[in-house]
């Protein structure tokens, strides 16, 4: 079948639809309900990637052997991170490390 005997062949089953029938009152309204669908979904897409503030990944490392593989892996990839050396919070805060 070509596109042209499709169409008409849809066209009609619509005609013989009586719920379908009213197009000109049904068109418009999905038009409508689609608009609003595609704007949802940009206010969404802004909100996700843009207005929300992205935060970077926290490596904590202590000056060993396996922390320092993690900071040349993590320099390899394109992952944004910050070093957080596990000592410097022994020293500044609590008393001990967070595992204590």
């Known amino acids: 079948m070509s596109g042209g005997v499709e169409v008409e062949t849809l066209n009609s089953a619509l005609n013989k ?3 379908l ?3 000109k009152r049904l ?3 999905l038009q ?3 608009t609003a669908v595609l704007a ?3 206010y969404l897409y802004l909100m996700m990637n843009i207005l929300v503030a992205k935060r970077k990944a926290i490596l904590l490392i202590d000056g060993s052997d396996e922390s320092k593989e993690a900071i040349d892996l993590i320099k390899h990839s394109t992952v944004e991170y910050v070093e957080y050396d596990i000592k410097k ?3 500044t805060c609590c008393g001990g490390s967070p595992g204590d």
């Open 27 to 29: 068109l418009p309204e």
């Open 32 to 34: 409508n309900q689609l």
């Open 89 to 91: 919070f022994e020293q």
């Open 21 to 23: 029938s009213d197009r």
């Open 17 to 19: 639809c009586p719920v």
């Open 40 to 42: 949802l979904s940009i």
